[in-house]
Structure formats: structure tokens, C-alpha cells
């Protein structure tokens, strides 16, 4: 059956509309788990608060196991799915820089816009200076383009590279995503309490 | 009272309880017997592509395409060898039934250029053929609707119509029997009496003419 899109369940002109309203749930859960703070993101990185590790892999580990449910259940073809491809010395490049700017900004660029629209001026500062980077990034494009273009691997996933089950990949994941939960806590009651 | 601490003991586990339900449903994952997923095409559309009738293709329409030698007409005899060289369509290719998913034959019938039509002695062959190679999700399969035994009573041996019947039956007649012609039946050989006349030698009369007398021109 699906994806619904793909298999022409829905037509493929409501993909926009689907997906503005998708960014609309993503923006009123990132708002709701208080990620349009920047005190609250940097919070991961000084041991104060690890709202953001425990969201987005609390999420990442219900779609994956969710998704490979309606699979198993034949409601969707997990194969027809979109693998992003993997670019791996630019990813690991630019996670770098991201994790940098990410640190000193107290933003991550999905977060900012959503501090911008709650009007938050660190988060004004920081989207000017996104667009900034964007720039800077699109004007020395030829330069970076070699990197930006080299070490393709193509649309590989974890079952492609280890050649495991996903299924044991997915369990493995869960007990390192419950493991990450736990040992955050602990960290956490190590930590001095930071109010803010 | 008891009630609502009950619910409050709850409340304070609940991460354990989510954390728990989230290592249930993954180690579920892990432990569901496996079963092996169907090849090729989503059932709904396998059934939907049986249903249609756009499958078939009648035989004047092949006939045409044949004898306009469009290109794109791939002919695949699913009978047996035998019967292949008995008789086959003009360039058919033959791929009995029981070698069709044969990796020779692979490369003709799981392709995209051309209109694969195959074709049997009746439908029955080549329906099976079509089946399977469709659930494979090959593209641009035909079958010969009626297969030979249709091709023979239409094309090679076409029903004269009767006399009250529509000009368009007339029409299609008259383009079957031309058709079946093409492939090389009905011709009426008339045989073409030549006379050869023989030619009586005839006396050449030469007639010697006498010569004139000439008039006198003239003098000096």
C-alpha cells in the first residue's frame, strides 16, 4: 500500500501541502519540548539538561521500529523508501562545523527559526547569520565543490555495510538509545543544576 | 483515594514503563517469525493488470502491425520446439513455456523497447506466460488473443461475410485476405497462357522502282 505518495495513493500534488503541514507538527513539537531555547540546547553539551538527545532519538527510534511494522505488516515498502546518500568526508566536515556553530549559537538552524518565530532576538542574530553562511557557502561553492562532491558511497544504510538484519540493527539501536537515556540522567545528577 | 495513588505510583515509573514498551516492540521486531515477502508487483495491481483487457491484442491488429513492418513487434512462441518449426509466425522467437524464466531468454522478454506479443496455440500458453513474467513486473507484454488457431481463421483462412452484412465487415475481409496474402497464402497462381503466334515469313516484295525519266532541266 504505501508509501502513499509514491504509489499514487495520494497524487503527487498534495506533497507540498502534506509537507507544510508536517513542518508545522515538527515546529509546534520542537516548541513544545522547549528546543527554541538556546540555554536548554547548550544544555546537552555542559551535562545540564539532555532534552535533545532524548527527543530526537526517542523519535528516530519510534519511526524506525514503527516503520519496520507497517513493513513486516505489508502496509509499506520500506525499499521504496528514499536513502539520503551518503557523502562521507563532507558529512563529516560539515557535522563538524555544524557541531561547532551549534555549541557557540545555542541553535540548530530548524530550532533557530522556530525561536525566530516566537521572537527571540539570539535567534533573530542567529537565522541573519545562517543566511550569512548560506552565502558565504553558495559564492565559494566552486571552491568547496570537490569535497562537496567526492567520496559518494551512494544510498547506503547500516544493513547495506554490515550486511546485519535490520532487525537486530533497529533492537541494538533501542537498548543504545535506552543506554544514552539512562547514562544522561546519571550525568545529569552529576552535574550542578542549572536554572534557567 | 487509593485510586489516584495507584495512578500517581504509575506516574512516577513512567519512563520505565515507555522505556520498557519501546525494548518490547523492538526486541518484537527481532523475535517475529520471518516470512518471505513477495517478488515482484504489488498483488492489488497484478490483479488489476489481469482484469484489464488492454493485455490482449486481436490478431489484425498484429497482422497490420506485421505487415507495416513496425519494428517495435517482438513475437515470443511460448508452444514447444516441435511445433515452432512447424509453424511459426514471421521472426517470432521461440521461448517454450517451461524455459521461460531460463536466463537466456531473460534479455527478450524483461526489457522496455520493444512490444513483446506472445502467442500460442490458444490463449492458455501464453496467458501462464504473461502471468508470470507480469507479476514480475516486466513491461510492454502482450498476448495474441485466441493465439494460432484465431490467426488461422481470421488472417490465413478469413469468413467470407454475408451478403447483408455491414460494409465494414467488407473492409475487414478484404483486409485479411490481403494480409493473408502477405504471409504468403491465397495466392490464385492463374496460369498465363501465352500464344506465341507463329509469325508466317512473309515474301519481301522488293519493287524495283524504274528510273524516272529525267526531264531536261535545262542547259547551260
Not at chain 1, 115 to 126: E, N, S, T
Not at chain 2, 3 to 21: H, W
Amino acid at each position: 500500500m504505501g508509501p502513499l505518495i509514491p504509489n499514487g495513493i495520494i497524487p503527487e500534488d498534495w506533497n507540498y501541502i502534506i509537507a507544510i503541514l508536517i513542518g508545522f507538527a515538527f515546529g509546534y513539537i520542537l516548541e513544545a519540548s522547549g528546543f527554541s531555547s538556546s540555554r536548554k540546547l547548550a544544555g546537552q553539551f555542559y551535562g545540564y539538561d539532555f532534552a535533545v538527545l532524548k527527543v530526537f532519538f526517542t523519535s528516530a527510534v519510534v519511526a524506525v521500529i514503527g516503520l519496520y511494522y507497517m513493513d513486516y505488516l505489508n502496509f509499506l515498502d520500506i525499499s521504496m523508501l528514499f536513502v539520503q546518500p551518503t557523502y562521507l568526508w563532507a558529512a563529516i566536515i560539515g557535522g563538524m562545523i555544524m557541531g561547532v556553530g551549534f555549541l557557540a549559537g545555542g541553535f540548530c538552524p530548524g530550532t533557530s527559526l522556530c525561536a525566530v518565530a516566537i521572537g527571540k532576538i539570539d535567534g533573530i542574530v542567529f537565522t541573519i547569520g545562517l543566511v550569512i553562511g548560506i552565502f558565504i557557502f553558495s559564492e565559494s561553492f566552486s571552491a568547496l565543490e570537490p569535497l562537496f562532491e567526492s567520496s559518494n558511497l551512494g544510498n547506503i544504510t547500516l544493513v547495506d555495510t554490515l550486511g546485519v538484519s535490520p532487525y537486530w540493527i533497529i533492537f541494538i539501536f533501542t537498548i543504545i538509545a535506552l543506554i544514552a537515556f539512562v547514562f544522561s540522567d546519571w550525568v545529569r545528577s552529576k552535574v550542578k543544576k542549572v536554572f534557567y | 483515594m487509593s485510586k489516584k495513588y495507584k495512578l500517581k505510583r504509575l506516574l512516577v515509573r513512567r519512563y520505565q514503563i515507555l522505556a520498557a514498551i519501546l525494548f518490547i516492540l523492538a526486541a518484537g521486531l527481532v523475535l517475529l517469525p520471518k516470512y518471505k515477502k513477495n517478488e515482484g508487483i504489488a498483488p492489488d495491481l497484478f490483479v488489476k493488470n489481469i482484469i484489464s483487457s488492454e493485455r490482449y491484442i486481436s490478431t489484425d491488429l498484429l497482422a497490420d502491425r506485421l505487415v507495416n513492418q513496425d519494428p517495435t513487434v517482438l513475437l515470443i512462441d511460448t508452444r514447444s520446439e516441435k511445433e515452432f518449426n512447424d509453424y511459426a509466425l514471421p521472426n517470432a522467437v521461440n521461448i517454450p513455456l517451461k524455459d521461460l524464466l531460463n536466463e537466456n531468454f531473460d534479455g527478450y522478454i524483461n526489457q522496455d523497447v520493444y512490444d513483446v506479443i506472445l502467442y500460442s496455440n490458444e490463449n492458455f500458453y501464453a496467458d501462464q506466460a504473461w502471468i508470470i513474467s507480469n507479476r514480475l513486473g516486466y513491461q510492454n507484454l502482450y498476448v495474441l488473443k485466441g493465439g494460432l488457431n484465431e490467426w488461422f481463421n481470421t488472417i490465413i483462412n478469413p469468413k467470407m461475410p454475408e451478403e447483408t452484412e455491414p460494409k465494414e465487415a467488407f473492409d475487414l475481409y478484404s483486409f485479411r485476405k490481403a494480409a493473408g496474402m502477405y504471409f504468403g497464402v491465397g495466392i490464385v497462381k492463374s496460369e498465363v497462357k501465352k500464344e506465341i503466334k507463329k509469325k508466317k515469313p512473309t515474301r519481301k516484295v522488293i519493287t524495283v522502282k524504274k528510273k524516272k525519266k529525267r526531264v531536261p532541266e535545262g542547259g547551260c
